[in-house]
Structure formats: structure tokens, C-alpha cells
């Protein structure tokens, strides 16, 4: 989970898309995103995902991070392939 849309756009483009292009073919990757995202920025990382061969669940947490509960909001049939 990070801080915002641009620190999630920063760490997608500059280590994880990088990092998943390098995979061999036919690998199977779940990203889950816990940041409260822009629905614009979650749409282009999920698009961006998509064309290396990862999946991408948004899936922003409610509670904040001072308490140490989360609950993660995501549909059930994001989980399912």
C-alpha cells in the first residue's frame, strides 16, 4: 500500500512492469493493489498488466494505517479465472 496515485504509477513503470517483463512466457501473476488509487491510474496499471501477462485487482483498504485494522474491498469474481 502507497502513500498515492503518483508513488503507485512510480513503482509500476520503474520496478514491477520492468521486473514482470523479464518472467518467462506463460507465468501466472496476481498484482493486488492496495493503495487508494485514482480510478484512471488503476485502469492504466491494470491495462499495462494485462500486456505483460499479469492480472491486476484493485483493492483499496478501509481503517487508514494508524489503527492496524484493514479491510480489503474487492468483488469475488476479480479472484476468479
Known amino acids: 500500500?502507497?502513500?498515492?496515485?503518483?508513488?503507485?504509477?512510480?513503482?509500476?513503470?520503474?520496478g514491477i512492469f520492468p521486473a514482470l517483463q523479464k518472467l518467462a512466457p506463460g507465468h501466472e501473476t496476481l498484482?493486488?493493489?492496495?493503495?487508494?488509487?485514482?480510478?484512471?491510474?488503476?485502469?492504466?496499471?491494470?491495462?499495462?498488466?494485462?500486456?505483460?501477462?499479469?492480472?491486476?485487482?484493485d483493492a483499496p483498504v478501509s481503517g487508514g494505517t494508524s489503527d492496524g485494522h484493514h479491510f480489503l474491498h474487492a468483488p469475488s469474481n476479480d479472484f476468479v479465472t
Open 31 to 57: 498484482l493486488i493493489d492496495s493503495t487508494t488509487l485514482d480510478v484512471g491510474v488503476a485502469r492504466e496499471v491494470a491495462n499495462v498488466a494485462s500486456s505483460v501477462g499479469a492480472r491486476m485487482v
Open 1 to 14: 500500500m502507497l502513500p498515492s496515485s503518483p508513488h503507485v504509477q512510480q513503482a509500476y513503470q520503474e
